[in-house]
């Protein structure tokens, strides 16, 4: 039932489970507030052949790790969510759900969570929701007048549905690469990308890019993960490249009813844009708190917000932490984050 408690995480996905994790380690009183029906956050809703750019062993959430999975160096998105269901229930975390926040605000010296089940008030608040729920579609000029599927990365399902058709793939990340994949071996695919896509040396997979991410937070000398590359090669993406997929063309400028075009006039036919184009991070419920926010970042000081020292933000990418939008990262970041609060409410 709604109360009041020493810290409410809204979002249960891998970065609130490791915050519970090292709440409940530090005695604290806590609730987990999860929109979803069921564990598993945004895994839940990976695409057929989404896989992690890790082994299991370098993918673990705080305390446990990732059992391996039978005849897969790289665990699909299927065995994540077993393991983020499992997690909850081995160190029996507070979660309740669904529960859906609607805002935060100030109440005197704690904060409202107004929630569909129920107003709850802590002394600290930990936003995790990540940014699944916000997917993100540039402005380019004729895509209402486009008469064919369009569809952002959220709803990729799988490449059967594209079978024999013309497809555009439109974004230069691991979800564009990994989706050209897919679909290149069903359908005619054309790979579209704002600049030149960056590939990682083929033996960059997670556990190197953790590693450089460690390495980078704890100040040490060298580039961040973003020198490496922008593609982690998974094996996937290295059976496009033999068979000739991975030649991406300059961006499109603008769609018409039933193709795409280039700034130098060229058309090409065209049944389905696929939008790997990214995401913006899902904060809505913080409005309140956060009047001046427009997109993107919040000001923060390590996870905790500057205009509200009472926020913190866990998960949403490097300005919440080094490789915070992992498992491994979420992890650590969850950790100071947690310490932090407990030294505030303990000194």
Not at 295 to 316: C, F, I, M, N
Request: aromatic share 8%.
């Amino acid at each position: 039932m709604p109360g009041s408690c020493d810290v409410v995480v809204v979002g249960g996905g891998q970065a609130g489970l490791a915050a519970g994790y090292y709440l409940r380690r530090a005695g604290l009183e806590y609730v987990i507030l999860d929109a979803q029906s069921r564990p598993g956050g945004a895994w839940r809703h990976g695409w057929d052949s989404l896989r992690l750019f890790s082994p299991a062993p370098y993918s673990p959430l705080p305390g446990w790790g990732m059992p391996s999975q039978d005849g897969e160096e790289f665990p699909s998105a299927g065995h994540v969510v077993d393991y983020l269901r499992a997690y909850e229930q081995r160190y029996d975390l507070a979660v309740r759900r669904p529960v859906r926040v609607h805002e935060v605000w100030p109440a005197g010296e704690l904060l409202a969570v107004q929630t569909d089940a129920g107003m709850w008030s802590a002394r600290y608040v930990i936003s995790a929701t990540g940014t699944w729920q916000c997917p993100y579609l540039p402005d380019v000029p004729g895509r209402e007048e486009f008469g064919g599927r369009q569809l952002h990365t959220v709803l990729y399902a799988s490449a059967l549905e594209f079978r024999g058709q013309r497809v555009v793939i439109v974004g230069g990340g691991n979800s564009g690469a990994q989706i050209l994949a897919d679909v290149s071996r069903v359908a005619e695919v054309t790979w579209v990308t704002q600049r030149p896509p960056r590939f990682m040396p083929d033996d960059v997979d997670g556990r190197v890019l953790f590693d450089v991410a460690a390495r980078k937070a704890a100040g040490g000398a060298g580039g961040g993960v973003s020198d490496l590359g922008d593609i982690v090669m998974v094996p996937s993406v290295r059976d496009a490249r033999e068979r000739g997929m991975l030649q991406a063309r300059p961006m499109i400028t603008r769609l018409s009813a039933r193709s795409v075009w280039w700034a130098d006039g060229t058309e090409q036919p065209c049944d389905a844009v696929i939008w790997c184009t990214g995401f913006r991070p899902s904060l809505a419920h913080l409005a309140p708190l956060l009047p001046s926010y427009e997109q993107k970042e919040v000001a923060t000081d390590g996870t905790r917000s500057v205009d509200e020292p009472r926020l913190y933000l866990l998960g949403y990418g490097d300005w919440t932490g080094p490789a915070s939008a992992t498992l491994v990262g979420a992890g650590r970041t969850a950790k100071a984050t947690v310490a932090d609060i407990a030294a505030r409410i303990r000194p």
